[in-house]
């Protein structure tokens, strides 16, 4: 396995990180996007079970995230994420110009993938979804919404508390405090923009997924308190090859569960892989 760690240019000249393992013969790429606050390191056990496999994983860090430049937990928009990701992709298709390009997406991240496939179709051999949901946090209330609308427009840089609680995202203690004690790793607080632009871009996502005619694979846990109305979501696709599969007890980051039962995630998605190449 050769390991590669780079950077690239963001859309507006930001210098994003990013990270890719390339196996010796490998047969397919997945590009993974991560969630919020987190970053491209968090994905070994991807990166292990996937490319022994003959997969290659690229992943980079989202601007103001991880080792990436751009204020913390920050985004214009998301489009700007998405041609970030659009950038990104240009550079592995020069470099791999011969392999099909799959686009893992994880919570946040699964929102930019949706968005990134509504624009970009055309590009991906499938779409796989972590942690997905139609609600970013839960489901807001109307006065919720409509302070973090206002306020995303007024103070777009405010914090606040984004209401992560790191012993809901996986039942693995060690997991729990490496996310913790993780210095790339910053959850407690949240950019108005951010948050308002991943609640709105969520409750939408329903409205475009409908269009969407490449196979898609959908994984999640039925404990996941993180994102809700995943069931809602699923329902708007119409695509022919839908994939839903949903892990009972699990919570919201299923590739960092207990080992027992990642392995029996990891397998799956190897699996629905395997068969779309």
Known sequence: MNHIEDEYEGVDGIKLYYQAWIPDNPKAVVQVIHGFAE??????????????????????????????????????????FVEDEKRFYDIIKKKHANLKIFMLG?????????????????????????????YFGGEAGKMKKAFAKQTSKTFPKLRASSGVDPLLLSHD??????????????????????????????????????????PVLIQRGAEDSVMTGTEELKDAFSVSDLTYKEYEGLYHEIYNELEKDRTRVLKDLVDWLDKHL
């Open 106 to 134: 994880h919570s946040m991240g699964s929102g930019i993938a949706m968005y990134f496939t509504k624009k970009y179709e055309d590009l991906l051999a499938g779409l796989i979804l972590s942690g997905t949901a139609k």
């Open 39 to 80: 970053h491209s390191g968090r994905y070994k056990n991807v990166v292990n079970q996937l490319v022994p496999k003959g997969y290659i994983i690229y992943a980079h860090d989202l601007r103001g995230h991880g080792k990436s430049e751009g204020i913390q937990n920050y985004v214009d928009s998301m489009d700007q």
């Open 173 to 214: 203690p060690q997991e729990v405090e490496a996310y913790k004690n993780d210095p790339l790793v910053h959850y407690k607080k949240i950019t108005a923009r951010l948050g308002w632009e991943m609640i709105k871009s969520f409750e939408e996502a329903a409205e475009i997924v409908g269009h969407f005619k490449i």
